[in-house]
Each structure stands twice: as C-alpha cells, then as structure tokens.
C-alpha cells in the first residue's frame, strides 16, 4: 500500500486527494522535509526534475517527490523516470491550478528566470499549502527579495534563496539539482540519512562539504545551501536554529563566507545557549586581506565592506561563541572527524549503519556514449546512404548519375533494385511511366482527386485521395497479372486450360479487358510497349503467352484485350529473366511484393497532381459531378 496516493505512475495521471492529508513534517520540531515531501516545480526543466526522481529511487521512496509541474500556458503531462518505470507528471498552467490539484505539495521550487521570479515565488507563498519556497535564479533584485523575506516571516513560511541550489534531507528528499550528480550522491552517502546537520552560503561548496563530511562521519542528516545573495531568504543561523530542535542531529557544520554579517546571527544565538550541539565552522575568504583593493567574489554577497564583515573577524566571533572553528580550510576535514569521534565515544552518536543503494537505471543514450551497451537498429537502409558528402544511391554518388546524362529510369533501377540495369530496361520503365501518368478525368483515382481538391484540400490530401483508389481494379492489376501469368506459363498451361482455370476460380484474369479498348480499337499503349519489348528485349516469352491469351479470350468477347496492365506485368517479367541480372528467387520476391504496382503509383502520381492543380487554377466549387459530366477543353 503506498503512503500517499497522490502521485502520478505507470503513465497514468492521478488527481491529489484533496481532503487527505500527506504532510508529516513539522515546524515545530525543526523539520521540513520528510520522505513524504512533495513539491510542486515551476519552469519545467527536464534535468533537475529527472535528478530528483532518481534521488527518490536510491533512496527506497515510494512515492515521486515532484506531484506536479507548473508551465506557464501549458497543460498535459510530462513523461519521467521513476527507476525503471516511465511515469506521467501533471502540467499546469498555473500555481493555483497546482496547488489546488496537488493540496499535499508543500514544497515549491522555482525554477523562474530573475526576472520573473518575485512574481511567481510570491504567488506561491500566498497559497496555503505551500510552505517552503525555493528560489533558484541569481540576480534577483533586492527590493523585491526583502518583499518575499517580510511575507514569509509573516506568514510563518520558509525561503531557501535566491541564489541556492536549494536542499537536501539525506534518504529522504532533495530539491534540484542539489548534491550534483549520482555518483556524487552515492559517495556522499545521501541515500541514507546521517548524523550531521550542515548549511553553506554557497552551493557548489555545499556538494565538497558533502563528501567531506561522508568521509569523517556517517554522513548528514540535512544540508541547505542558503544562497550567496546579500538578503538571503533564511539564514545560516535560522537553520542551525532548526537543526537544534532535530533529534536525529547530533553536530553542524556550518559554512560561510567574507561579507554581510548574517554570521553574527549565529554568533549571538551561541552565545545565549540557543545552540548547544557541537557547531564545526569555517568562513571562507580569509585571502581577501592578500588583495590591496576591495575584492567582490564569486556571489553577490561575497564582498567585505569593513573589518566586521571580514572572514576573519567572523571566525574569531564564532570561536569566541565556542564554535570549533579551524586555522585554515584544509584543518576543517580534520576538525570534523575529531568532533564526531569524540561524540561518538561519549555516545551521543551511533554511527548509521551504511548499505548498497539499489543502482539506478541508465538512460540509454548516456549508456550508449559510454559505450556500456549495444543497442540494435530499428531501420536498415540498403538503397541509400547520405552519410558522406553527397548522398549514394545503391552505391551510386548522385552526381555521378547527372554526370554519365542518366535518367530517372535509371535512379529507379539503383532504388528499387539496387543495380544499374541496362539503358533497354532502364528505358522501359520509363515508357511506362510516361504512358500510365494519366488515363483520364473519368477513371476512379482522377476522379476522386478532381471532387476532393474542388472541395478545397490541400495537395497532399487530393493526390492521397486518388492514390488510395488503386487497387485489383484500377492500376493494381499489373503485379496480378505478372502473377498469374508467370505461374501459368511456367506451368505450361494453354490459354484453355488457363482462362477456364480462372473461371472455375471465379477470378477475373488479371491484365485482359478493357471499358473503352476493344479487337477493332486497340490500346496503343499497349502497342507501343510490345513493339519495344520485341524489339529490344532477348527474350519475350510472357508477352508472347500473354498474347495467346488474349487471342482466346477475344473468342468470348471483343473487350476482353489485352490491356496495358496486362503488358506491363508480362513485359517486366520477360526483363527480369531475360536481363539475367536477377535470381529465380529475386524474382519471385519482386512479384510478390508489389515493385511492378510501385510503377503505376508512381506514373499515377504525375498524373494526379496535375489534376490537382489544373482544378486549383479552374477555381470551380465542388458541385455534383456525375461519372461523365466532363468538359473537355485544350
């Protein structure tokens, strides 16, 4: 049973449970983040939502930590990782929207540029399920930060940032991109929680501390990284404050930096005892003093206005306060194994016992760059390759086609069949393309395309409809016919025995008859295809018996000629065998996969478009257009 059901897995969207109550954090007790934490993210960013789904599978969650996304002007959802369950999050297209969706996300996390970030932040802590506010983008103005820090403080809510990477509670929840990457994570031993409770300024510091302090104790149990603005939302000494009230927290460490005075907030709260847990601290910036002028660091609060606002004014002050604090930096690893050794001793601490974290999954992408797997094709091309610098047909460089003076016969021959043929065949398919690209007006597929491009589509819509009307009875009998005849005259069957055989069958014999064509009025298509085939070709065997069929079926009735399906079907057959360039098995494949169809489609398709357009330039609305209703003009 999960804790929560207000998560979204297994690509379904599932709405929050409004009414039921998720959140177990309290801030009394110094906590504000749990396992159970969810949070709301503003300004889909893929990466860091993504990190911290795979967090929350290292450490054993159950439910995701991001409930919803919120884009401004977007709604749907956003495909995930949870482990190895590929999960759908809910987009909103606004912070209330979200809230109110997901009433258990307390946590909100923005991602807004500076310029955008007052807004959406305030938004956020005006809604009454969100608690903690993180504010990501640096160079937020500070007018607009000390608005939110008023607003928050009044209202009882927390602001991590501006200028923060944000949070983390070890094996429990983390915000972003905090704590780097996984292999970070694990060293560090977040997966799990420890024992050390750790706040920092700055956030790229806060991912060395992490694995400085993983390899003197047994990890921490919380770290915050403030931000290294000049009014950061809470403060170093507001979380070290917090971290009093945790149990599981044994010791601080407690990182800061040269300029401001925030750390004389905790100096103060030292001195009254409020913080009686051992406090390791170190404030970086003691080369400032090296610089004859004044020096602005990395962050915007990183500058010394006078000696108060010095590092080393300030460790002295927290020394004074009876902080531990080092002689340089290098003395802050040392001086944090010896607090917790000693603590450790006295036994104030147990040590958290450590485990293997269950290895997340891989993006397959990352796992393909660095060469960890094989992944299979998913499509093979072996007609063309446009990988050098100019794409090959068949091996064929383009520009050695336009150079030699070939046609597209030609470039047919290198695409469908992966072979140069000889110019006859070549020339062949060339002719029938030239005399298929159009039968008239009347036929179905003009037809069709005539009614659908004067009903106002477009030109892919017109020749689609006319393409999709070929089929055994208009243009599709061309592979029937080679078929058919192929296995008849390779059978040695008579014309008799053939065209009764197909009678019995009930099968109209592919390739012969014609609405229009008949024995006194014949196809010259047809007439002029067999005369190039007799002439040119080694052997037309198929064309003969094709022949012979028709001189049968003329005896039954006077349009049952050969038609120019029927000789283009035989005549391919007689160049596939005749060129000697193709397998019995080739073939056989050619025939049966429809390459001899592909040449009526292909003529067809120069046909259909000039329909297309010749009713575009006419501009004549659809009216009803029966079969024959046709003006002919030139």
């Known amino acids: 049973m999960l804790s929560c059901p207000c998560f979204p897995v297994r690509m379904k969207i599932i709405s929050c449970c409004a009414g039921v109550s998720c959140k177990v954090t309290s801030m009394a007790s110094g906590q504000i983040f749990s396992k159970q934490t969810q949070a709301l993210f503003y300004n889909y960013k893929q990466l860091p939502i993504q990190r911290m789904l795979d967090f929350d599978f290292l450490c054993g969650r159950e439910t995701p930590s991001v409930a919803g996304i919120i884009n401004p002007g977007s709604e749907g959802f956003q495909k995930l990782f949870f482990g190895q369950e590929e999960i759908a999050i809910p987009v909103h297209s606004s912070i209330k929207e979200a809230c109110k969706a997901h009433s258990t996300a307390d946590v909100f996390i923005n991602f807004a540029s500076f310029r955008s970030a007052f807004a959406s932040s305030m938004d956020a802590l005006k809604q009454p399920t969100i608690r903690v506010v993180a504010i990501i983008a640096e160079g937020v103005p500070e007018g607009d930060t000390k608005k939110l820090i008023a607003y928050a403080r009044a209202n009882n809510k927390i602001i991590i940032g501006p200028a923060t990477v944000g949070g983390i509670q070890a094996g429990a929840f983390k915000i972003g991109d905090t704590a780097g990457t996984l292999e970070n994570i694990v060293e560090s031993k977040l997966y799990r929680p420890g024992s050390v409770g750790f706040v920092s300024k700055s956030g790229g510091m806060s991912n060395e501390l992490y694995r400085i302090i993983s390899r003197t104790t047994d990890g921490i149990y919380e770290g915050i990284a403030i931000g290294g603005d000049v009014f950061p939302g809470s403060t170093l000494s507001d979380h070290v404050l917090r971290y009093q009230n945790i149990p599981q927290i044994k010791m601080v460490v407690v990182l800061g930096e040269l300029g401001g005075r925030d750390e004389y907030s905790l100096v103060e709260a030292l001195k009254q005892g409020r913080v009686t847990k051992p406090v390791v601290a170190w404030v970086s910036g003691t080369c400032a003093r090296l610089f004859k002028s004044e020096v602005q660091f990395g962050h915007a609060g990183a500058k010394s206005g006078g000696d108060m606002e010095s590092a080393q004014a300030k460790n002295s002050a927290l020394q004074g306060a009876g902080a531990l604090v080092p002689t340089s930096f290098e003395g802050l690893e040392p001086l944090i194994k010896e607090v917790y050794t000693n603590l450790v001793e006295e036994g104030v601490i147990t040590p958290i016992p450590d485990f293997q974290p269950p290895p997340v ?142 009678k019995k069958k009930g099968i109209r014999v592919p390739g012969i008859g014609h609405r229009i064509k008949s024995a006194d009025n014949r196809d010259k298509r047809v007439e002029l295809l067999t005369n190039y085939g007799r002439t040119f070709f080694p052997s037309v065997r198929y064309l003969e018996y094709a022949l012979q069929v028709e001189k049968y079926t003329l005896t039954k009735a006077n349009n049952l000629v050969l038609n120019v399906d029927g000789c283009i079907g035989s005549l391919f057959l007689d160049l596939l065998v005749s060129s000697a360039m193709f397998t019995q098995q080739e073939i056989d494949e050619i025939v049966g996969i429809g390459y001899l169809n592909g040449l009526f489609v292909l003529a067809r398709t120069i046909g259909l478009i000039g329909h297309t357009f010749d009713q575009k330039r006419l501009k004549q609305p659809l009216y009803r257009h029966p079969w024959e209703d046709v003006l002919y003009t030139k």
């Not at 390759?385 to 030699?404: F, N, P, Q």
């Not at 005399?435 to 477009?458: E, F, M, Q, Y």
């Open 361 to 502: 999954p891989q993006d397959l992408n990352a796992a393909i760059k660095a060469g960890k797997v094989r992944a299979p094709t998913h499509i093979i091309s072996t007609i063309c390759d446009d990988r050098g610098e100019e794409a090959t047909y068949a091996g064929v460089r383009m520009s050695s086609l336009i150079e030699s003076d070939k046609g597209v016969g030609d470039v047919i021959s290198l695409l469908w069949f992966k072979r140069s043929l000889p110019s006859y065949c070549t020339k062949f398919i060339e002719m029938c393309i030239m005399l298929c690209a159009d039968h008239g007006p009347c036929v179905s597929g003009a037809h069709n395309t005539i009614v659908t491009a004067r009903a106002g589509k477009d030109l892919v819509s017109s020749l689609v409809s006319g393409l999709l009307t070929i089929g055994p009875r208009f243009g599709g009998a061309i592979d029937d016919a080679a078929r058919y005849f192929k296995d008849a005259c390779d059978k040695g069957l008579t014309p008799y025995d053939y065209v009764e055989a197909m």
